[in-house]
């Protein structure tokens, strides 16, 4: 049984760029939420998808943005990007049937 | 806003030494408590949880009891073993739908 699985694994982006990261949740899974972890530091809260809209969103700047599919898949895009943009991004899908969060391996995104 | 604080690191232990990583909270209503853990290189894994006052959650030889009138959470292990060296983050959810973690504290166990 497979588990959350991201891509890519790592990336590097230039300033002002645009990036979009994956996320396939965990089979039987149809939530997905999306934490932002900097170096050194624990993961912050981007946003949470639900039945394909966004649920609850963290203290970031319009410039993070989602979508989730019919699927349960999503993705995270990030406009403009900014050197305080890298940093480990971890994707955590669950159900809404048991508590339960299974985290993925992280997509490690620097900006140069 | 709610928040977690847990010990800075590195804590660094010989292997069979006794292992306290203090967690404390600050919320406002009644929230569950997790310990998770982080290899290198990897996601994080949840390694034990708690969800109402004087819990004990236990997992792989860790322990930690949901202490409301201390508002902590510390993660014990009695003895540890070089492979428990990762990362652990102490985290709280609350009646929203996100997880708030700690800094985290990195663990180093010496042969």
């Known amino acids: 049984d497979a588990g959350v699985t991201q891509s890519p694994t790592h990336l590097i982006k230039t300033r002002g760029q645009q990036v979009t990261l994956r996320c396939s949740p965990k089979s039987g899974h149809d939530t997905v939420s999306w934490y932002q972890q900097a170096l050194g530091q624990g993961p912050q809260f981007i946003f949470q998808y639900y039945e394909e809209e966004e649920r609850q969103r963290g203290n970031f700047p319009d410039r993070f943005s989602g979508h989730q599919f019919p699927n349960y898949s999503s993705e995270l895009n990030v406009n403009a990007l900014l050197l305080g943009d890298s940093a480990l991004y971890l994707c955590?899908?669950?159900?809404?049937?048991?508590?339960?969060?299974?985290f993925g391996s992280g997509t490690r995104l620097t900006v140069v | 806003g709610d928040s977690v604080t847990q010990m800075e690191g590195p804590v660094t232990l010989s292997e069979e030494a006794f292992l306290t990583i203090n967690c404390t909270y600050t919320?406002?209503?009644?929230?569950?408590l997790f310990w998770y853990v982080q290899y290198p290189g990897e996601g994080l894994q949840l390694l034990l949880k708690?969800?109402?006052?004087?819990d004990k959650g236990s997992n792989k030889g860790f322990e930690a009891t949901y202490r409301k009138e201390t508002t902590s959470f510390h993660l014990e292990k009695g003895s540890v073993q070089v492979s428990d060296s990762a990362v652990y983050f102490c985290a709280l959810s609350d009646s929203s739908y996100k997880l708030i973690f700690g800094s985290g504290t990195r663990l180093l166990v010496r042969p």
């Open positions: 708690a969800t109402k006052a004087d």
């Open positions: 919320a406002t209503g009644y929230p569950s």
């Open positions: 955590a899908s669950s159900s809404r049937r048991a508590w339960g969060y299974t």
